[in-house]
């Protein structure tokens, strides 16, 4: 079966420094993997996504991944948070059948100090 | 592109009765609506799978007959608590798949239920 696992509940970074969002995977196969972004009071919204084509995948507001198979990671980096990034963040594998259910993390609080 | 919109965005409602949510495709055709409920700071859990035209799919756990799903086309998708108690209060999300792609799911801004 497929899951998926954010190392970290809370992380807290200031403005204009390195964020690192953690995301391991456990898939019996080449699995499909994605980031969402949750703001308060709105739907989630698809940061990027892997499907087995570039290793390294960049998402929008400057966002991006790599899919590491050999430590089954996927973690989710941004070179300098703005403040508007401060959001819930979840890791996401697709299961493994075709009716593409998704599998949720239990998400990450990314919380930016001015 | 690729909205989906839940109706209402919150409800609040007494103890036994009924609540019913909308969750339309407003620019897409969607052959794969999914129902989620998300508890405070919890991630989003999958409660069933709504195909058009079929019965829904449910996850385990999740009691059909409380929660009815109808998928009556392929822009609208509809969740009904049944008999809601307070245990029923969460948020909950409906995401729409483009009948054209498998892998990308397009969330709905979610709907808050209140069970007094």
Known sequence: AQSVTQLDSHVSVSEGTPVLLRCNYSSSYSPSLFWYVQHPN???????????????????????????????????????AHMSDAAEYFCVVRGSSNTGKLIFGQGTTLQVKP | ???????????????????????????????????????????????????EGSKATYEQGVEKDKFLINHASLTLSTLTV???????????????????????????????????
């Open chain 1, 42 to 80: 709105k739907g989630l919204q698809l940061l990027l996504k892997y499907t087995s084509a570039a290793t390294l995948v960049k998402g929008i507001n400057g966002f991006e991944a790599e899919f590491k198979k050999s430590e089954t990671s996927f973690h989710l980096t941004k070179p300098s």
């Open chain 2, 82 to 116: 049944t008999s809601a108690h307070p245990e029923d209060s969460s948020f909950y999300i409906c995401s729409a798949r483009d009948y054209r792609g498998l892998e990308t799911q397009y969330f709905g801004p979610g709907t808050r239920l209140l069970v007094l």
């Open chain 2, 1 to 51: 592109g690729a909205v989906v919109s839940q109706h209402p965005s919150w409800v609040i409602c007494k103890s036994g009765t009924s609540v019913k949510i909308e969750c339309r495709s407003l620019d897409f055709q969607a052959t794969t609506m999914f129902w989620y409920r998300q508890f405070p700071k919890q991630s989003l859990m999958l409660m069933a799978t709504s195909n």
